[in-house]
């Protein structure tokens, strides 16, 4: 099975930061390569629905981690999550190859 790469939003409801960074995401992910696109796993987790998140996190949502390494917090910006992406997919096919 191919590796997949997984892109988590840490959010809560009502969170307007939080619906930019899911638009940003949906974006990003859409104007990749469709054989790239595919190996991503998109989750959206709640701070609501889980105390440790909530513990974490609830200062700093929105937060994207990508395969469970912090990405970023409070704002996403576009080219920075294409290039962790593109350096995701590279990493993941220099392991595959090996």
Do not use: F, N
């Not at 701070?47 to 609830?58: C, G, T």
């Not at 390494?69 to 990493?91: C, E, N, P, T, V």
Request: charged content about 35%; proline content about 3%; some cysteine.
């Amino acid at each position: 099975m191919d590796a997949v790469t997984t892109l988590t939003i840490i959010s809560k409801p009502d969170c307007h930061l939080c619906d930019v960074a899911r638009e940003i995401v949906d974006v990003v992910v859409a104007d990749l390569p469709d054989e790239a696109a595919d190996r991503i796993e998109i989750d959206e987790v709640s701070i609501l629905d889980d105390e440790a998140l909530y513990a974490q996190w609830w200062e700093k949502i929105p937060v994207v981690l990508i395969d469970d390494r912090l990405h970023a917090h409070w704002r996403l910006d576009a080219g920075r999550l294409r290039a962790a992406l593109d350096a995701a997919a590279a990493d993941t096919a220099r392991e595959e190859s090996a």
